[in-house]
């Protein structure tokens, strides 16, 4: 159903165009130690961050820091300045993934541990667990559990339910422990979990070849959405990837842990799925290719694996029905990968990730030819077509570790977790040191709208489930949007307000079952607009 803004905000500064112009950096900051840090998630906190850093060596002024490794978790304020810190693990090392915003005063952690010790007191399976971490908003420690089998287990993302709860993703190599199945090489294993982490039901994934997990969404239905990878045919794996590597597959589930659908998209080399969005009227993903047949076509150099070939990044549209409605890859002739894609107030499209190409769709790549990396930023049209691309880096390797490292504020406004081994170099500029790798965190915007005013929440963002509905209707609000501005409205088939109140968090339930049949106006205000949908009850 296409959402209508009801209300319209009056834009300053209507005359900026802001698809005309490139964002440029407005602040940056790095973080970290001797050794070789990484920043592995993001999320808003106030008015300023929370981020997570995989801090490899003790620096002076941290709290809590055991050897080997630690997850520190920084919280900032708006320009990156540190106002806490403190480390989470134990003595043998621990690994951040992921965090995940429920409130302004409740966080999670997710990543994974060796330690059994420290921070590190749940029962512990072997090798590397699954560990999550409940905190709240001055970083104490609420409650953390280990989860997974007595091999190492490989944290891919964790999401928030409906029901107060969260759904884990992981990639396993054995069952035992929480794991019931295993079916051979590498699997994805799901686990859904009540708010206090207790399993509430499990499932493995995959079957005798090579599958990947990367990430997880919830879409209008109410449904579980994973991307990721598949080998070949057989077992759980219902759609038929094309060749002997691997095809981008995409997993629906429902809340129960009951596989609904399947897909496969590919050709005959390496397809790896990152990320999937959804859309008013469907779906898309963004992945990496090495392939140009079956589903590809478009790539950049020869196909297959290096050194001959090196991979693009591949944006897919689908529409309702899961069939592809445009393709396209971007890149250059050297390797290049997503991590992050959202769709824009205009009908297109941002995707993030890395490139080591100066050519092709890619010009401006600052970092040493066909050795290191840097980001990139394509903004593309409806049709995936380039408005424009800008490379942020400098003479060293910058990195993104996963797509939970990108903080959306508007269309043209992203705090970025990076990380780099290089400065000061072109744009990278915070400090002087090199050879060793540091968290970068920098933002970007359009200079012209800088502390002037900011684009709305995307109207998309907002799903609401199911609809039609019969007894309680679920709304699930976009994590840029502060919980202490919004407000929801009801409004019945006569006109008349029959609900309202403030979110206390992502999800958000009303009780309808005493509503009679008809049609009903959801409206959502996000502090700035209001954003309205209809809504049908039946019994």
């Known amino acids: 159903m296409n959402r209508k803004i009801i209300f319209v905000l009056l834009l300053l500064f209507s005359s900026i165009n802001p698809y005309a112009q490139i964002p440029e950096i407005v602040w940056q900051k790095c973080y970290g130690s001797p050794e070789l840090d990484m920043s592995n998630g993001i999320v808003s906190k106030d008015n300023g961050y929370l981020i997570a850093i995989h801090l490899r060596d003790s620096i002076p002024g941290i709290t809590n820091y055991y050897d080997l490794g ?8 708006s320009t990156g300045n540190i106002i806490w810190e403190k480390c989470f693990g134990g003595s043998k090392g621990d690994v951040p993934q992921k965090l995940i915003k429920k409130s302004e005063d409740e966080f999670f952690i997710y990543g994974y541990t060796f330690s059994t010790d420290g921070d590190v007191q749940s029962y512990h399976h072997g090798h590397t667990d699954l560990w999550v971490v409940k905190i709240n908003g001055q970083g104490d420690l609420l409650w953390e559990k280990c989860y997974g089998t007595p091999m190492p287990d490989e944290p891919r993302d964790m999401i928030l339910t409906p029901d107060g709860g969260f759904a884990m993703l992981a990639r396993i190599r054995a069952s035992g422990g929480d794991v019931s199945n295993y079916y051979g090489s590498n699997d994805n294993w799901i686990a859904k979990c009540d708010s206090l982490g207790n399993i509430e039901w499990e499932i493995t994934l995959g079957n005798d070849g090579l599958d990947n997990g990367i990430s997880m969404m919830i879409n209008s239905a109410g449904n579980i959405m994973m991307i990721g990878a598949a080998q070949w045919h057989g077992g759980l794996v219902e759609c038929y990837p094309d060749g002997e590597w691997a095809d981008v597959w995409i997993v629906e589930l429902d809340m129960q842990g009951n596989i609904l659908a399947q897909y496969c998209y590919g050709g005959s080399h390496y397809e790896l ?23 590809v076509s478009g790539l950049h150099g020869p196909p297959g694996g290096p050194p001959g070939g090196w991979s693009d990044i591949w944006v897919v549209r689908l529409n309702e029905q899961m069939e592809i409605i445009w393709q396209k890859c971007i890149g250059g002739y050297d390797n290049d990968l997503p991590n992050y894609i959202t769709q824009t107030e205009d009908g297109g499209f941002v995707v993030i990730g890395t490139t080591r190409s100066n050519d092709g769709d890619v010009s401006g790549n600052p970092s040493w030819p066909g050795t290191y990396g840097a980001i990139w930023v394509v903004k593309l049209d409806a049709q995936g077509n380039i408005e424009w691309q800008k490379v942020y880096g400098g003479w060293g390797s910058e990195m993104l570790m996963n797509p939970h490292t990108i903080l959306k504020k508007s269309d ?6 990076a990380s780099t081994t290089f400065s000061p170099s072109h744009d990278v500029q915070c400090g002087n040191f090199s050879a060793n790798r540091k968290a970068w965190i920098f933002e970007i915007a359009l200079p012209d709208t800088v502390n002037v005013v900011s684009m709305p929440v995307n109207a998309s963002e907002i799903k609401v489930y199911p609809n039609p509905a019969t007894t309680e209707l679920w709304l699930q609000l976009p994590g840029n949007m502060p919980c202490n501005h919004a407000q929801i409205e009801l409004y019945g088939p006569t006109g008349r ?7 206390a968090s992502q999800f958000h339930k009303i009780e309808i079952a005493q509503l009679p049949p008809g049609l009903y106006l959801l409206r959502v205000w996000d502090g700035k607009q209001w954003f309205g949908e209809k809504v049908v009850v039946r019994f």
């Open 70 to 77: 630690c997850i520190w978790i920084i919280n900032t304020d």
């Open 497 to 503: 307000l029959l609900y309202k109140a403030q979110p």
């Open 273 to 295: 799925g990152y990320m999937i969005i959804e859309l008013d009227e469907g779906y898309a993903f963004v992945a990496g290719t090495n392939s140009n047949d079956g589903d």
């Open 412 to 417: 043209y406004n992203y705090v970025i977790a």
